[in-house]
C-alpha cells in the first residue's frame, strides 16, 4: 500500500514516501512469515526450537558452513512441522517447497563436506611433498619439465594430486 506525502504527514512521518511503502511490503512479509513459522504462538519460536536443537551440540562451529546448511535446513524442518501440527495453510512456503529446501540445503551440506575432504587430502599430499615424503617420478607426465618441486604452483600440483 502506497502512502501519499498527505498520508505520511497526518503522521507526522518525514522522508521519500517510497521508503515506508518498503516498510509496510516488509511488515506484510514479517506477518505472512510469521503466520507460517509462529502459527499464532512466540513469534520467535522458531528461533529457540533450532536454537534449542543446536544447544544440544556443544562442539559446533557456528562458523563452519555445514552447520550454517544444516540450521537452515532446520529452520525449514520447524516451519513445516509447525505448519502440520497446526493444519494451518502456507502464505509464503508450503510444504512441498521447505521439503525441496531442506533436500537442497542437505545436498550442499553434502558438497561442502566433500571440499573439506577434497581440501584435506590436497593439504595433506603438499604438507608430505614439501616435507620430502613424496616426490614425483621424472617421467611423470603431468610434472614433466619441472625441476624445482617446491615452488610448484598449487594448479600443478593438483594436477599432479589427482
Not at 536443537?53 to 524442518?77: E, F, R, W
Not at 581440501?119 to 624445482?148: F, H, I, Q, Y
Request: glycine share 6%; with cysteine.
Amino acid at each position: 500500500m502506497t502512502k501519499t506525502q498527505k498520508e505520511l504527514d497526518e503522521l507526522r512521518l518525514y522522508g521519500d514516501p517510497r521508503f515506508y511503502t518498503m516498510l509496510d511490503e516488509m511488515a506484510e512479509l514479517h506477518s505472512n512469515k510469521n503466520h507460517d513459522y509462529a502459527a499464532g504462538g512466540d513469534p520467535l519460536g522458531n528461533f529457540k526450537r533450532v536454537a534449542n536443537i543446536l544447544s544440544q551440540y556443544p562442539g559446533l562451529n557456528p562458523s563452519d558452513p555445514t552447520v550454517v546448511a544444516l540450521t537452515y535446513a532446520m529452520k525449514q524442518l520447524d516451519a513445516s512441522l509447525t505448519l502440520l501440527s497446526t493444519g494451518l495453510t502456507a502464505k509464503v512456503e508450503g510444504f512441498r517447497d521447505r521439503m525441496k529446501d531442506v533436500a537442497a540445503y542437505a545436498m550442499l551440506s553434502m558438497l561442502i563436506e566433500q571440499d573439506k575432504a577434497d581440501d584435506a587430502g590436497m593439504r595433506n599430499a603438499l604438507d608430505a611433498a614439501k616435507n620430502g615424503v613424496v616426490k614425483p617420478s621424472e617421467d611423470d607426465d603431468n610434472l614433466s619439465g619441472c625441476t624445482d618441486w617446491d615452488n610448484q604452483t598449487e594448479e600443478e600440483l593438483d594436477t599432479w594430486h589427482r
